[in-house]
């Protein structure tokens, strides 16, 4: 990890080039993403005008273009290493680390579940009674749980990882036989009808490669009036230094272990951050796909796909604060949704 950069080395570098952080805070960086489309005034014209232009022109330019090559290469990655590594690294995760803070092994977060549902989709808790429900890419089964404690008519959950499959039957079954697990690719025909009231994926299609093609076989299935809930990462936010510290830092930390097999990386990330986040820094660093969205990108989608007469959407910052290697705290950058057919 020795081409980590500290954030400590950022700011130095940022108060020599502009005098103090709080200079630097007022000349925008730190300003609202509505504030910063431009070069802020105090800039215009110097060094750092300059250079602020230019980075915003570039990052626009990488975006636009990575949209454009995630649609040429959807499909054709799909027997590349990076989709097998990143569904064996679910698997070895689904089998070997099934403990975590926001996991059920955790009886606080297990107990909230039901409630964290509803905060994250807006739904009353009322809405889920007897409502057919799908947990897509459903993992070891968390939020499967959680609509069982919400009372819905029925789930099917689904995941590619076997280890993922057995975890979440095991989690439905004091539910009874209207709650089923399948192995299913969310890239492939689901064979499931288009009837539920709700489709709920959480964290799934940003590490499929093909992001919009599983959005098409979701969006199937979801009933006329019936609900999309989706959580995708965002790209950074700009104007927030603390996002692309952090995504710099996942992307460090990754190459850092990517090559390693997952036994090592569980010993590294657990002397590193300890057995309680071990599963939260596994998941965040050892899949090699981890594709960022723009919103725009997404509601263009939505919005072709009929999604149209009810518009959620949120930034997902939740308020546990995950400490970084710095000792900084920072909030994760998310999109997260619910829209209505
Ligand atoms: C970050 S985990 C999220 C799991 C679960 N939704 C949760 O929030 O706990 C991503 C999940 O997507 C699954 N996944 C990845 N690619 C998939 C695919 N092509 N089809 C179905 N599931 C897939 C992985 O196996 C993994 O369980």
Known sequence: MSDRISLARIKRVLKRTFGSRRRFALEGVDAK?????????????????LLEART??????????????????????????IVRATRDSFDYQ???LPEGEAMPSNPAWKAEVGKTIGRYSGLPAEWFAGKKVMDAGCGLGRWTYGFGTLGVGSCVSFDISEGGVARSREIAAPFGPSFTVLRRNVLEDLGLPADFDLVWCFGVLHHTGDTYRGLQNLIRCVKPGGYLFLMIYGEPRPGHIEDYAYYHEMFSMRKALRNLPFEEKVRRLEAAYGKDKLHGYFDAISPDINDLYRWDELESWLRAAGFEKEFFHFFFQPKKVYPDTYGHTFQLHHHIFLLIS
């Open 33 to 49: 993403p509505e504030d910063n489309s431009a070069p802020p005034a105090k800039t215009a014209g110097t060094r750092l005008g």
């Open 56 to 81: 915003d022109f570039l990052q626009d330019e990488v975006s636009q273009l990575r949209s454009l090559l995630r649609h040429l290469a959807g499909d054709r990655i799909q027997d590349w290493p």
């Open 94 to 96: 689904w089998r070997n």
